[in-house]
């Protein structure tokens, strides 16, 4: 009978694995996003470039603007806009840094976060896995040996 309880715990010990490695896959694939493409995703969203990136990620997706985006979208105006504010607050170090009385953008606009909702859910599914686990264990010691 000990050996079901301890096959358990194994079970869990390998999926709690399994799920940390996907994370943790998920969050490389994400910062693996080009700087230009993280521009053009934030113009995407709602028509202007809201984050704050290096000044040459403003001139890279200008560079390399799909020809239908720069021709029926605002989208090079936005960045050149984007760009001039970055340029002109910008350091030595060509980042842009951040006007007085505004916040950096956290969160939602960075590829590498995780969503608030799934970090839940993961957190609501782990509870549930220990819970069936224990409760599991619990019926196993209380019923009679066969």
């Known amino acids: 009978m000990r050996h079901l309880g301890?096959?358990?715990?194994?079970?869990?010990?390998?999926?709690?694995?399994?799920?940390?490695?996907?994370?943790?896959?998920?969050?490389?694939?994400?910062?693996?996003?080009?700087?230009?493409?993280?521009?053009?995703?934030?113009w995407s969203d709602n028509g202007r470039v809201d984050g704050l990136y290096p000044l040459h990620c403003y001139q890279l997706a200008l560079a390399r603007m799909p020809t239908d985006i720069r021709d029926y979208t605002n989208a090079s105006d936005a960045i050149r806009?984007?760009?001039?504010?970055?340029?002109?607050?910008?350091?030595?170090?060509?980042?842009?840094?951040?006007?007085?009385g505004t916040t950096p953008a956290v969160g939602?606009?960075?590829?590498?976060?995780?969503?608030?909702?799934?970090?839940?859910?993961?957190?609501?599914?782990?509870?549930?896995?220990?819970?069936?686990g224990i409760g599991y264990l619990a019926r196993r010691r209380r019923a009679p040996d066969d």
């Not at 358990?8 to 694995?17: E, I, K, N, R």
């Not at 806009?81 to 007085?100: D, I, N, P, V, Y």
Request: with cysteine.
């Open 81 to 100: 806009r984007a760009l001039t504010q970055a340029a002109s607050a910008s350091g030595e170090k060509g980042t842009a840094k951040l006007a007085a």
């Open 108 to 132: 939602a606009n960075d590829p590498a976060s995780l969503p608030l909702p799934l970090v839940a859910l993961i957190g609501v599914s782990l509870a549930v896995l220990a819970a069936g």
């Open 6 to 42: 301890r096959a358990v715990v194994g079970l869990l010990v390998v999926l709690l694995a399994v799920l940390v490695s996907s994370l943790s896959a998920a969050g490389n694939a994400a910062a693996g996003v080009r700087c230009e493409e993280k521009v053009l995703t934030d």
